[in-house]
């Protein structure tokens, strides 16, 4: 990573005072404090919880890219991920399902993938039978294709009949947190897999293949109605903390904050110490110089392959999170916009590998962006008025759509910017230099 | 025998339309990846562009392909190019240029690339809407019915008119491109930049013209590719990222900075999502009385249902990724 590599500052010996972080920080409290004056309490307060949530995710994006210079575009797949589970675990149990003999239909179904499964990695092996190996390689081809066949054809039957008889397999009616849990190791196995394939390779394909499984993962999500409910949106979920129908919209929320918050808290204490520790180290040894961290005996690949899964694992905690508090599973909300670009905007505001000037590129960011969604229609309707007061222009019906695409344009713009103009943030990584 | 006049239908002529479609993205893809050294995530929004500049001028002037006796699309096609082959000489001046400058890694440059994809699908949602427009506005889509000189095909090969076309201008542009790289002084010089940039600057290349004649030829080509897509069936606005996979994986599967394999490429990518939509139940029904009586045929024995087509082309790239990250064709660049 060239760009954010600093430029080299005085080697300074004192602890000097924070004087950059305390001012953004101050006009960031002035900011959170004036929409609390103007928008009030309840709404300010889910604010200040999503961009919480967001922070986690930009958390895990900046330990990829900023620690160890990998690129994810997908990160909207990971959050989707996350959802998902947080919803599996969280939502009551659906007695239309488990009352029937469908589970056990399903269950005989996922018996047989698990089986053909292992008999096609069977079949790849039969080379040590001495059966030639492109015998090998044909046997093993044709009967995963026949094998993928039967269990696809078995699996449509079985969720056709669960999609018409209950609808959805529904949830399994735990804590909310166990499914932000499992939602962290599916995105980590995920991103394991991604990540063995690819990090070996350009940096390039990372970003095309993480692009590409995000774009998967959503149209999973979004198709398969008996296990997420598709189209049709699944909600309430369950909070983790009381809801506000027992304590108010404000403490509810604030409650919720309270846990997002210590969530934050550990990972950024853990961040901060495995930052400094020789592994952190070592990581920002391979991103800086790939060759000599190679010469050092260092194992590039697997580190960088550790990376990547905890940046993942932490992009599911924080897509559960976001998907208990919104208590709405939609798999359509999920958008490269919101889920990718607004996060890469967070982190290279903000300061890529500086795990402070994420936080703060967070919650300035989601501020930024929350704010602007009236401003965009404000601006449109602006616009409208004048061209039909003076131009006599027809403004189109679906302006409101388009209005929300300036979002978009301003989106992009800020971060071809930030590259050119800033590419270490506002905060940017401190660099410790030994003379 | 009808059974294999719909797999004509529904494979071969699809899939050679959609094989053309990202075989000449690819094209546009693979040579700014040689040139340039990075993945360009802005071309999908490139082509919408391309595509995007053709509505309006058909909009403009829809009285001119009856003329010529073309659809008028077609006749507004190398307007378009050149109109998109500006943006990107444009887009590469404002915005890639100055990172180059800086000597940043291509990673960023690719980061940068995302920048302007979203600015180019803000801008473009913002004048054309969300929703998809046909490119024929008062004229008809040709459809021609050619009958087979079989006694059991009752049904017709089905092709139209804006299909004929695309394989015609497909045919047109890489016989063109490859003449350009292999007779002309520029394409020569192109070439040799892709190899070694280092000793082609020192052999008097100028490298600041390879690099704008490469955005003008994938710009024109993103125009031509987008335009054909959306002829084939309608201007889509917000197709980008499911533009995007394909044409990236055609480009891997062919080796990256390689023409001729991003064509063989593009190709294959096409093929394999449309026989892996295919429903290979109608070709297996008229054989189904030679089977045991157990064996049941499926209503449905496609691979992946067409909701899930983006899959084909993450698969194939991972797969070309495991086992051959150079390409079938070696790609010089990896």
């Known amino acids: 990573?060239?760009?954010?590599a600093p430029s080299p500052a005085k080697p300074t010996t004192t602890r000097r005072f924070p004087v950059r972080e305390v001012i953004l920080f101050g006009a960031l409290l002035v900011a959170i404090l004036g929409v609390y004056a103007v928008m009030g309490a309840a709404y300010s307060t889910r604010m200040l919880v999503e961009a919480s949530c967001y922070a986690i995710l930009a958390l895990g994006l900046t330990i990829q890219w900023g620690y160890a210079g990998q690129f994810n575009a997908g990160v909207m797949g990971f959050v989707a991920i996350g959802g998902f589970s947080a919803m599996l675990f969280s939502v009551p149990v659906n007695d239309a399902f488990w009352g029937t003999e469908l589970p056990g239909e399903l269950g005989r179904v996922l018996l047989y993938l698990i089986g053909s499964v292992l008999l096609v990695i069977g079949a790849t092996r039969l080379h040590r039978f001495g059966v030639p190996k492109k015998l090998r390689t044909v046997i093993a081809v044709v009967l995963a294709v026949v094998l993928y066949l039967v269990v696809l054809s078995m699996l449509r039957g079985v969720t056709g009949e669960i999609q018409s008889r209950a609808g959805f397999i529904g949830g399994l009616g735990l804590p909310a947190w166990t499914g932000w849990i499992v939602g962290g190791a599916l995105a980590g196995s995920i991103g394991y897999f991604i990540g063995h394939i690819c990090l070996g390779l350009r940096s390039d394909y990372l970003a095309i293949a993480t692009l590409g499984i995000a774009e998967i993962i959503k149209a999973f999500l979004k198709n398969s109605d008996w296990l997420t409910r598709g189209t049709a949106t699944v909600s309430p979920l369950p909070w983790p903390t009381p809801g506000p129908s027992e304590l108010g919209f404000t403490l509810a929320r604030a409650l919720y904050l309270s846990v997002t918050a210590a969530l934050i808290a550990v990972i950024f204490f853990?961040?901060?110490r495995a930052y400094h520790a020789p592994w952190g180290r070592m990581i920002r040894a391979i991103r800086d110089n790939e060759v000599s961290a190679a010469a050092m005996?260092?194992?590039?690949?697997?580190?960088?392959?550790?990376?990547?899964?905890?940046?993942?694992?932490?992009?599911?905690?924080?897509?559960?999170?976001?998907a208990s508090f919104n208590s709405l599973f939609d798999p359509q909300g999920y958008l490269p916009l919101n889920h990718t670009f607004l996060v890469l905007v967070m982190v290279i505001l903000g300061g890529p590998g500086n795990n402070l000037g994420t936080l703060f590129g967070a919650v300035a960011v989601y501020?930024?962006?929350?704010?602007?969604?009236?401003?965009?229609?404000?601006?449109?309707?602006?616009?409208?008025y004048v061209g039909e007061g003076v131009f006599g222009w027809e403004p189109p019906g679906n302006l409101d759509s388009r209005a929300l695409q300036a979002r978009v344009f301003v989106i992009g713009l800020l971060i071809t910017l930030v590259l050119r103009f800033a590419p270490q943030g506002l905060l940017p990584e401190k660099i410790k230099h030994h003379d | 025998m009808n059974e294999l006049v719909f797999f004509i239908n529904n494979v071969v002529i699809a899939g050679s339309v959609t094989g053309s479609i990202y075989a000449i993205g690819a094209i546009g893809v693979t040579l700014v990846f040689s040139i340039m050294r990075f993945a360009h995530f802005a071309h999908a929004d490139m082509m919408t562009f391309g595509a995007f500049m053709v509505l309006l001028l058909t909009?403009?002037?829809?009285?001119?392909?009856?003329?010529?006796?073309?659809p008028t699309p077609v006749v507004m096609l190398p307007l378009a190019m050149v109109l998109t082959a500006l943006l990107a000489v444009g887009i590469d001046k404002a915005f890639y240029k100055p990172l180059r400058a800086h000597g940043v890694k291509p990673i960023v440059l690719v980061i940068g690339s995302l920048g302007v994809?979203?600015?180019?699908?803000?801008?473009?949602?913002?004048?054309?809407?969300?929703?998809a427009q046909s490119l024929y506005i008062g004229e008809r889509k040709e459809i021609y019915r050619l009958d087979l000189p079989f006694e059991l095909a009752t049904r017709p090969v089905i092709v139209t008119e804006p299909q004929i076309i695309l394989f015609i201008l497909t045919i047109t542009a890489v016989v063109s491109l490859h003449l350009f790289l292999n007779r002309s002084r520029?394409?020569?010089?192109?070439r040799a930049m892709s190899d070694n940039p280092d000793l082609a600057r020192a052999s008097g290349i100028n490298t600041n013209t390879i690099v704008a004649v490469t955005w003008v030829i994938a710009g024109g080509l993103a125009a031509v590719a987008g335009t054909l897509l959306s002829l084939d069936v309608t201007f889509k606005p917000d197709l980008s990222f499911f533009l995007l996979l394909p044409i990236f994986a055609a480009a891997i599967v062919g080796g990256v900075g390689h023409p001729y394999g991003a064509i063989?490429?593009?190709f294959v990518v096409g093929f394999a999502e449309t026989l892996a939509v295919f429903n290979w139940t109608v070709l297996l029904r008229p054989v189904q009385h030679h089977f045991p009586e157990w064996l049941e045929l499926p209503r449905n024995l496609a691979f992946v249902g067409t909701e899930y087509k983006i899959v084909v082309p993450f698969f194939i790239l991972v797969a070309i990724l495991v086992w051959r990250p150079t390409g079938i064709f070696k790609g010089k660049v990896i």
Do not use: Y
């Not at chain 1, 990573?1 to 954010?4: F, R, T, Y």
């Not at chain 2, 909009?59 to 073309?70: N, S, Y």
């Open chain 1, 1 to 4: 990573m060239n760009s954010p």
């Open chain 1, 270 to 272: 853990l961040l901060h």
């Open chain 1, 297 to 322: 005996g260092k194992d590039i690949n697997r580190r960088r392959l550790e990376i990547f899964v905890l940046g993942c694992i932490l992009m599911g905690i924080g897509g559960g999170a976001l």
């Open chain 1, 367 to 384: 501020i930024i962006w929350l704010m602007s969604e009236p401003l965009a229609l404000f601006l449109m309707n602006m616009a409208v």
């Open chain 2, 59 to 70: 909009l403009a002037f829809p009285g001119v392909g009856a003329v010529v006796g073309l």
């Open chain 2, 117 to 131: 994809t979203l600015m180019l699908q803000g801008l473009i949602r913002l004048f054309a809407g969300t929703s």
């Open chain 2, 186 to 190: 520029l394409g020569k010089a192109m």
């Open chain 2, 264 to 266: 063989a490429g593009g």
